[in-house]
């Protein structure tokens, strides 16, 4: 089944969707679970994004969150595994209807992967104008590509990497 790519305006509803997901996904997580964050588009105010909720997990031990596995099937995850990047458990969430509605990305304490994505978060919160150039980057690509996910990806790709390397350069100075 192809992937609709559907940027959306910022709701308001994304930090309340956040933060009742997350309450779930700790008790399914348990005493491993360290902190979960709220990043991708829906958490930075003002700006287009797929209206899909990414968490962020950090937890004491990667590997142990393989025994979570039945847990997090129970809220109605997909269990990915690494997913394409080493460290990592990835799990997604789509509603009834069979749209995506939620991704958890799962780190360990410390990962470079949990920095950038910190990182970067900040970072579009703290500067609006890039944050509006990612938006607007992100709207042309959702016109461009409406069924194709892999190519608005991929157009994103330069950009984020650009504000990756910003964002990591403002977090040095900026503390």
């Excluded at 509603?95 to 958890?104: F, L, V």
Aim: net charge negative; hydrophobic share 40%.
């Amino acid at each position: 089944m192809p992937f609709k790519v559907e940027v959306v305006p910022h709701n308001l509803q994304w930090r309340d969707a956040f933060e009742a997901e997350s309450q779930q996904v700790a008790e399914a997580m348990g005493e491993n679970m360290v902190a979960i964050h709220h990043i991708g588009s829906t958490a930075i105010p003002n700006i287009y994004a797929k209206p899909i909720i990414d968490l962020l997990v950090e937890v004491k031990d990667i590997s142990r969150v393989d025994e979570q596995s039945a847990a997090m099937e129970s809220l109605g995850y997909e269990v990915m595994g690494e997913y394409g990047i080493p460290g990592r458990r990835f799990f997604l969430k789509n509603s009834q209807a069979g749209i995506r509605t939620h991704h958890i990305h799962t780190f360990e304490i410390g990962s470079a992967q949990v920095k950038r994505h910190l990182a970067f978060r900040d970072y579009m919160i703290a500067h609006p104008d890039d944050a509006q150039q990612y938006s607007n980057l992100k709207r042309k690509l959702a016109e461009m590509y409406p069924d194709d996910i892999e190519g608005y990806m991929d157009g994103k790709d330069d950009f984020i990497k650009t504000i990756d390397q910003k964002a990591a350069e403002w977090c040095v100075f900026s503390q």
